[in-house]
């Protein structure tokens, strides 16, 4: 491991619940600020459940072309969105670069899961003449890494990574592997969804999956919170340069923190509940630690998949005391879902920008709606708002539907 090369985040783009561009949405963070409403996209009167996460003011002609809007889904849109912005963070100029050497990995969970509802509608109603032959690549989930390198001309590694709501994080974690071994200098990764339709939302709350807090749904997503009731579903996308880290250097690149390890597991369980022994997501940060070279003493924060579920909840509570027993109490942890909902393939990336500008800025969110822990629980979620904390360390945990486990590890750059 002494000789893989090391990488570097040098740019951040987001479009999220409660903001449209990383500022916005970072200072919203540290404000408190909840993003779960009433349902806008269509009327929800009739669902057990009427509340989102959606992203608002959402305008893609602001800075897509016009023809490539028309035959993208909205979850493309999304990650092109942030692709551009975190290019332009990161001061990248792709003519100068090798375009062999610049990938692309974008996870997600569900793809262009309402063109499929579009379509399929019009099949029913209007027979197979009339599906549109955009359909395929306008639906599949690769087409967020396959349009970013259309539209920047990159030859690199580029596919999805899939695993549900750990997409975003086991696409943030081969892209990591591709620079660290030699199969490119810098690579744009992230996560992307749009779920947020009718037929989606009435899936998900007769899993008994979501709040049903109708009534007060800035409240209803509350992580580690005794009085949760499941979580609110959330679009948006996050996407960042990896960079090898000379070649950062070399040209001058801003760097927010090194990315250090990766770690990969199943439960072997369930296909929705996690394993109540939660040794998979256990499995998933111990190896995380172990690539990175760094002992559980040495983290510091550590940013929760924290679904507001109670099982999940309760699952993740338990693999973080097995795997750093008392030190388990000296660390910060929060859950960025308590403010901008569950963004399923997403999630994992909109949390790892958190993460890296946590560990950028010293200052950790709180967790929104937290109140009391379960019983027995005595970790600390960041009740109070959010904190200064000097982050030497750091993991963003994401576990998905089927036992998918992932926990990425950064820390401060030191050069």
Request: net charge negative; aromatic share 6%.
């Amino acid at each position: 491991m002494a000789n893989r090369r090391r990488v570097v985040v040098t740019g951040l783009g987001a479009v999220t619940p409660i903001g449209n561009d990383v500022p916005t949405y970072w200072q919203n963070l540290l404000n408190g600020k909840s993003g779960v409403a009433r349902i806008s996209a269509f009327d929800p009167g009739d669902l057990s459940v009427q509340i989102a996460a959606e992203v608002k003011n959402f305008n893609p002609l602001d800075r897509l072309d016009a023809k490539l809007v028309k035959r993208s889904d909205r979850f493309t849109q999304f990650a092109l969105w942030a692709a551009a912005e975190a290019l332009e963070d990161a001061g990248l100029d792709l003519s100068k670069e090798d375009r062999d050497r610049v990938g692309v990995v974008v996870g997600s969970g569900m793809g262009g899961i309402a063109t499929w509802e579009k379509e399929h509608e019009a099949f029913i109603k209007r027979g197979p003449r009339l599906v549109s032959p955009l359909l395929i690549p306008m639906m599949i989930p690769d087409m967020a890494s396959g349009q970013i390198a259309i539209v920047y001309k990159l030859r690199g590694p580029n596919y999805c990574a899939v695993s549900a709501c750990a997409s975003g994080a086991h696409a943030t974690g081969v892209a990591f592997r591709h620079i660290q071994e030699g199969d490119a200098d810098i690579m744009i990764t992230g996560g992307s969804e749009a779920p947020i339709t009718k037929f989606t939302v009435a899936a998900f709350a007769n899993m008994g999956a979501l709040s049903k807090r109708n009534d007060e749904p800035e409240r209803a997503s509350r992580p580690f919170d005794r009085q949760r009731d499941g979580f609110v579903v959330a679009e948006g996308s996050a996407v960042y340069i990896l960079e090898e880290l000379e070649h950062a250097l070399k040209r001058g690149a801003k760097i927010y923190c090194e990315v250090v390890g990766y770690g990969a597991s199943a439960d072997g369980y369930h296909i929705t509940a996690p394993d109540p022994d939660a040794l998979g997501a256990a499995l998933a940060m111990r190896q995380a630690l172990n690539d990175a070279g760094v002992q559980p003493e040495e983290v510091d924060y550590i940013n929760a998949h924290g679904t507001s579920t109670p099982l999940n909840d309760a699952s993740e509570v338990k693999a973080i005391m097995d795997v750093f027993g008392a030190h388990s109490g000296r660390l910060v942890i929060n859950s960025t879902k308590s403010m901008i909902g569950h963004g399923l393939g997403a999630a994992g990336a909109m949390e790892f920008v958190a993460t890296v500008l946590a560990v950028k800025e010293g200052v950790v969110h709180q967790t929104l709606n937290f109140e009391e822990a379960d019983e027995g629980v005595n970790l600390d979620f960041v009740k109070e708002g959010a904190r200064s904390v000097k982050i030497r360390v750091a993991l963003s945990n994401s576990f998905g539907f089927g036992g998918h486990n992932c926990s990425l590890c950064v820390k401060t750059f030191v050069g």
